[in-house]
Structure formats: structure tokens, C-alpha cells
């Protein structure tokens, strides 16, 4: 086993960016009034958030990449047998990793065009008009449950990995180096 730098800066920063984002938004969204203009302000965040990771996805790190994670059917039918071998994230939390990009890109769609009927609109609410926005208010509330619902089984994942699986997945998301056999 050699220690390896797994996770670079520009991707924890992200990472945790992202977390406090998210959560913020989040509790600036169940409790509303005066709150929506940050709930707004945390949804352009988050979209810059999410346009930084996939441009990362491409020109970042090894293990940032999406090619290097990019959960295949031969790669998860491995990883489901037992003998998936790798760094970074395995196949189903390469799964998670995309589903959480999706949904919030989703999210953060949804909530431009969004509007709560009293005070705030989101910025691209005219390009859509109120018929379609308060539609897309309706997925955007639906989206925020499987935004927290993914966040919880990632949660959940760390957590597994750490107490049954004996693997610390904590630790490089804030250092950075794992122990392993990756690329030095």
C-alpha cells in the first residue's frame, strides 16, 4: 500500500462547497419568506457549483474525471461479484456521484424559472411564463425530496464503508490522500 493523492483541492472544495450550499438552500427553502431571496442566491451558487464540476469532470485530476468513474454495466456487474478493483469512487457510488449532479442540475433549472406566488420569482421566470413556472415550482419542490433522499443514502454510504467495510472514505475528501494502490 502506498499513500496517493486522491481527491485534489479544486475537487474537496467542491465537494464541501456544495454540502454547505445544498444545506443552506435547503433550510432557506422549508422555512421561505424573507429567506427565498438567499434561497435564490444559494441556487445561482450551486449552479456555479455544478458548471465548475463539469467542466472539472473533463480537464480535472485523474480521479475527478468522469471517464475515470463512468459507471459501466461491465464495471458494475464487477464491483456487484465482489471483484470490482479501483480508487476513487466505485461503480454504484459513481451512480450516487452522477444521479446527485443530475438532480441537482435538474434543481437548479427548475428553480430559475421558479416563483412562490408571494414574493420571489426566479430570475428566468419570464422566458417561461406563469403557467409553465408554477409547473416547474411543483417539480422543483418534488426534485428537492429526491435531492435529500440522495444526500441521506450518501450519508448512509460513508457511513456503512466506515463502520462495516473498515475503509475511512472521510478522510481523503478532507486531506486528499488515501491509502492505496493508486497513481502516486
Not at 134 to 143: A, E, K, Q, V, Y
Request: hydrophobic share 50%; net charge positive.
Amino acid at each position: 500500500m502506498k499513500r496517493f493523492r486522491l481527491w485534489d483541492l479544486p475537487t474537496r472544495l467542491f465537494h464541501w462547497l456544495l454540502v454547505a450550499a445544498v444545506a443552506a438552500a435547503v433550510i432557506t427553502g422549508q422555512l421561505g419568506g424573507g429567506l427565498m431571496v438567499w434561497h435564490g442566491r444559494l441556487g445561482i451558487a450551486i449552479c456555479g457549483l455544478l458548471a465548475f464540476r463539469l467542466v472539472w469532470g473533463f480537464a480535472g485530476s485523474t480521479y475527478a474525471r468522469f471517464a475515470q468513474f463512468f459507471p459501466t454495466p461491465g464495471k458494475l456487474r464487477a464491483y456487484l461479484a465482489g471483484q470490482w478493483q479501483g480508487e476513487g469512487h466505485n461503480p454504484l457510488g459513481a451512480l450516487s456521484v452522477l444521479g446527485l449532479l443530475g438532480l441537482l442540475t435538474a434543481q437548479v433549472m427548475t428553480g430559475l424559472v421558479a416563483n412562490d406566488d408571494i414574493a420571489f420569482n426566479g430570475p428566468l421566470l419570464d422566458l417561461v411564463g406563469r403557467d409553465w413556472s408554477n409547473r416547474l415550482t411543483g417539480l422543483h419542490h418534488l426534485l428537492a425530496d429526491g435531492v435529500i433522499g440522495l444526500v441521506v443514502l450518501h450519508v448512509a454510504a460513508i457511513v456503512y464503508y466506515r463502520r462495516v467495510r473498515q475503509k475511512n472514505l472521510l478522510k481523503p475528501m478532507l486531506t486528499g490522500w488515501q491509502e492505496g494502490e493508486g497513481e502516486s
